[in-house]
DNA sequence: GGAATTCATTCACCTAGGTTAACTTCGGTG
DNA sequence: CACCGAAGTTAACCTAGGTGAATGAATTCC
């Protein structure tokens, strides 16, 4: 499995075979099956994930009920903000699917980074990247309806929509399943 | 107008004489008039603000709508976020009365502590207070109705209501000036 | 003092989503 | 094969808030 970490730091910039003899020997990579929970409310998170294969949604509890807050498919980047901010969790972590990921801790990273300076830069621009991919995005989505957020997943992630199921996706919009089925019915009978 | 500025500081400290001096000499009072502009979006905050007399909001602009995100009350301290992280505003600050702000600046602070150390666990006391009372406090309120956010804002500031017009309210709940009224209406004919 | 704004209220009508419940489809399991 | 449970759909009815327009009250302006 650790071939898809080196194709993962692949896409930020090619890798010679020392630089994936490196990646493959320090690689943390853990299976986890569909509906393992990763973080619990409460918890302080003790590392971060990269997803290598499978699906984990993020949701908090209110009045009893779960809401969801993120989904994470391939080569996400999954740092909860109780591990940046060493803080008890505000939120679950729980695979939706079957899943393989790349486990990172802060200081171990920093550690290898001393060793192999070469990879900072390359590091550097991972993280950047990261910075547009976060956890908990509701801000960029809170002046649309249910009906136009929908529509925005469908155009940025269209993946996603074949990948989870729709009450998984309803609690994300923050409407019940029968809203979202007639929510779809309508775009479907309108267009 | 300094009096108030002394009054705001002896709620967190009894205050002798020479520390009054200090704080009065020091101060910079400005007044501002109804419908004033201190900050528009794009610009960068160069100061903050303690509001010693007067009211505030501040909003932003969506699809050509004012949204209120805040208001200012008499000694409530206001540190626009674009002054905190010096990036350019996203939010304009208007003045809904005639105003009398004390003017806050960091270095010209730092300076006046480094005179004046004994004040240091003053200004320790006031900003571990204001860290309750932050700009943009939507979070609290995201999973509210607009009739039980107005409930809360009756409960927790009921000042506030009888201080703003009803469409300035109105916009902070994200609702219709009508809405509100219905609201209103449904809570007197109903209690 | 009269006219013009501005703000709040009310009403009729509309739309989106919630609630409840029935029905279907499908995959798994005995 | 029959049954079960989970997920999705549909429908009837309800509620909150939006829209547009009319009305009233209070302020401001000349």
Do not use: W
């Amino acid at each position: 499995m650790k071939h898809l970490l080196v194709k993962f730091f692949s896409q930020y910039k090619s890798l010679s075979e020392e630089d994936i003899k490196i990646i493959e020997d320090n690689a943390i990579i853990r299976k986890y099956q569909k509906g393992a929970i990763l973080l619990k409310e409460g918890q302080y998170a003790k590392e971060s994930y990269l997803v290598l294969k499978g699906c984990i949604r993020s949701y908090y509890i209110i009045d009893g009920e779960e809401k969801n807050t993120d989904f994470f498919l391939e080569y996400d980047p999954l740092v909860p903000i109780s591990y940046i901010k060493n803080q008890p969790s505000k939120y679950f972590i729980e695979c939706l699917e079957d899943c393989v990921l790349s486990i990172g801790k802060t200081e171990r990273t920093e550690k290898l980074l001393l060793s192999y300076p070469n990879f900072i830069p390359l590091y550097r621009k991972i993280s950047d990247d990261y910075s547009t991919n976060q956890l908990i995005s509701t801000d960029k989505y809170r002046n649309l309806s249910p009906e136009e957020h929908y529509l925005e997943i469908r155009k940025l992630k269209p993946e996603l929509l074949e990948r989870i199921p729709q009450y998984q996706l309803a609690s994300y919009l923050g409407i019940k399943p029968q809203s979202l089925s007639r929510i779809r019915k309508r775009l479907i009978h309108q267009k």
